[in-house]
């Protein structure tokens, strides 16, 4: 008779030797079922044994036979269909596999998390006709098993979050496989679309809605709905401690939502991509890590070398030469230059001065719409001059211009004959301490209406 291990001794060759329900679990995945079959058991067994001594192989020959599994409750089923056994292993034990690895973590689907949720509801439903007494074992038992659920909620969550975050890596390597491969690139985007979109429609999405707080689901009330409804009952019935621990449990969920849209995001963008800008990528990620080893061949100890060997890298891409002919923008040298950002500043000033009293702005009468003659003239001017009478000015190179845009952008009804008066206005003011002075050069003044008008430039400084 052979030789049957304990519970204990058999979980732990089950751990020491992992890479055998590692290859069981991804069969289970593969096939989407539930059992395995006794003899992909045998053989992976074989598999994984055969480059072990005699002695390790027979004893993990021993744990791993079907009658050891389930006499020590790693296996919990075993039946026979077709002339095939089928064993059914123990669903903790598939959990802990699965969290020794996170290739083997389970996607969240929609009827998993609906069934979560219908199982809050039917707590939230009985805990509405409890005595919420100590005493009572029914309570007590409704207690226990609704911190189990809420438990278990969030490990799977968790492990989800894990799960998805590595994705971003997996999407970098199809990205650069997807570049390198130019014939087969339509099979292989075909291919990747329906694994990506399977992804994000199937396990990304319905995790998004079920921890979005906002939802609003059709058959009941939401999951957070769910657990302030339970965090009430327990509160109104004096269960503090456990109304307190609801709600942890719910900010925590809450709190998973954030890196679950952020992977959402990532996966999106990806579906964008094409494989032009796929391309694009990867050749400027080549090139940079080139320029790098170039750049560090210059920070040794050797004082030969200190500009970048980059005669090689120019000969070997072909953009590049006669790169210093091309003509390049100058880049803006503001630098700590006081006399500009002394403008910028009081520029922004005069701007959100002039729109905290827009209300106050005047409406110029149409000059389409003269039925007074005279009368309307004047009182288009008295107004006009009323506004610029109240603005106020700083040095300009070209007040003119800066007059224009001040005047277009709150003066309804505005035109650039307006522009003349107003000019004309200041002309005959005194703007003490500054001084107004005409230059003698011409400028093009554009409006809205893709009208030009030449004006003569002024500018306006301070009184020497």
Known sequence: MNKRFSTLETTRILFEHPKVMFRLIERMDASDTRYVLESDLVHTVLEYASGLRKADQERLRRAFSSDNLFRSGMVIDIDKVAGERRLVFQEALLGLMRACNASLYQELTDARLRSYLVTLRDVRDRLTGSTFSEVDPDFTELREDLNERISQLIGVLRQNIFRMQTISAELADLSGEASRGNEAFGEFRQNLFEQITTLYERHIKPTLVFLNPDSRLSDGVSLFGTLQGIRELLERN????????IFRAALSLNAMHRPIQKVAVEVDHFLRKTRVGMVQYNTMEHHFQRLRSLLEDTQTQDLRKTRLDGREFVQSTAWLSGLKGHWRPRQYAFGESESYYHLLFSELHLRLTDLKRQHQAPVLPELAAQTNGPAMDIQRVEKLFRWVDSLELRPTSDLVLELHGRLENFISGYHFPDLLVAMNRLS????????????????????????QYIYRKRRLQHAE
């Open 428 to 451: 005959h003011t005194d703007l003490a301490p500054l001084t107004l002075v005409t230059t003698n050069r011409f400028r093009q003044l554009g409006q809205d209406n893709n009208e």
């Open 238 to 245: 004096d269960q503090q401690a456990t109304a307190d621990q």
